[in-house]
């Protein structure tokens, strides 16, 4: 059984991807860990460590020490955050990178993955249907920094024949943990707000079309890629879509289930980033390569959502 570290593993997509690694490659297989201190509360299906990737005597340390196999680096600073600290962003998300691709080099681990996101497009790139292969000159750190890691991740492969593979996640949707700082995050808080005061005001604009894709997809994308036999990829970085919607798309469809609530719109700083950002993409190179299929469209996906996130909540609607 391949032993796999995580870092970022309190974040938006650890939190939930931590318990299905757990389930298929046993808990003690499944090394979480954070930059802070774990949780206090924690389910007990596993170790929970303190790792910063800053300290790479430690990275290299915890490496050894705990057989690892395949790194999982999901520890990152979203968009927003990128734009209030830019320096902090460089350094989190590029050096952090650099650390733990040097890392899999020097122990020669078999795996790393490292997310991107579609914010490693930018506003030259064709906005619908995004293809795999095209222009990036994204114009903000948090994108500068995640072609960074699919340019170095990739010459890595070519020059020292690491197997590195990374997914361009749209935004993610969930019901677990919030995301942070991010510019897809209305498309969470609107059901919080949704639930809780049957009214949101939007940070993006009307028609502010973005891709999309709800929590389940994001593990299973992330899974398969992961188990994805080396020969049958082409390519390193991958595309991913489950859907593509604007604000007044996935209110209309809240709606259908909370009749009362209502959406207005104050954009604010984020309303740039995600003009720079494509509305649609297409992720044949995934579907092809290794057999990338959705399970979640909007109705679907909105379903859901208002059903986990009400019991969470202890709301009804
Ligand atoms: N969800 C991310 C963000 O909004 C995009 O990868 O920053």
């Not at 032993?3 to 309190?10: D, E, F, H, K, N």
């Not at 492969?157 to 995050?185: C, H, M, N, Q, W």
């Not at 990829?233 to 809240?254: D, G």
Request: glycine share 8%; charged share 25%; net charge negative.
């Amino acid at each position: 059984m391949k032993r796999i570290l995580v870092t970022g593993s309190y974040g938006q997509i650890g939190t939930e991807l931590i318990g299905a690694l757990r389930q298929k490659y046993g808990g003690e297989n499944v090394i979480a860990t954070g930059r802070k201190k774990p949780p206090a509360v924690l389910k007990e299906d596993g170790p929970y460590l303190q790792l910063d990737v800053m300290d790479t005597n430690q990275l290299h340390a915890m490496l050894v020490d705990q057989d690892i196999d395949i790194i999982i680096h999901n520890a990152s600073l979203l968009s927003g955050t990128g734009e209030k600290n830019p320096q902090l962003a460089f350094h989190t998300n590029i050096v952090g990178a650099y650390n733990v691709l040097e890392a899999t080099r020097i122990l020669g681990l078999d795996q790393v993955m490292i997310p991107s996101s579609i914010a490693a497009f930018g506003p030259s790139t064709p906005k619908d249907n995004t293809p795999n292969d095209v222009i990036m000159r994204p114009t903000t750190a948090y994108g500068v920094s995640k072609v960074f890691i699919e340019l170095w991740g990739e010459y890595y492969v070519k020059r020292y024949g690491l197997d590195f593979r990374s997914l361009r996640y749209p935004g993610i949707i969930s019901s677990e943990a919030l995301p942070g700082g991010g510019t897809t995050d209305y498309a969470v808080e609107i059901f919080y707000e949704a639930l809780k005061n049957k009214r949101y005001t939007s940070f993006l604009d009307k028609g502010t079309y973005l891709p999309m894709m709800y929590m389940p997809d994001c593990i299973k994308c992330t899974i398969d890629l992961i188990e994805a036999p080396a020969e049958n990829l082409v390519h390193r970085s991958f595309n991913i879509t489950a859907m593509s919607f604007a604000p007044e798309e996935i209110a209309a469809e809240i709606k259908k289930h909370i009749p009362e609530f209502e959406i207005s719109y104050e954009p604010d700083f984020r309303q740039q980033i995600a003009e720079s950002w494509p509305k649609s993409i297409d992720d044949s190179a995934a579907r092809d390569e290794w057999g990338w299929k959705p399970d979640y469209d909007l109705p679907a996906m909105v379903k859901d959502m208002l059903e986990r996130l009400s019991k969470k909540l202890g709301v009804s609607y």
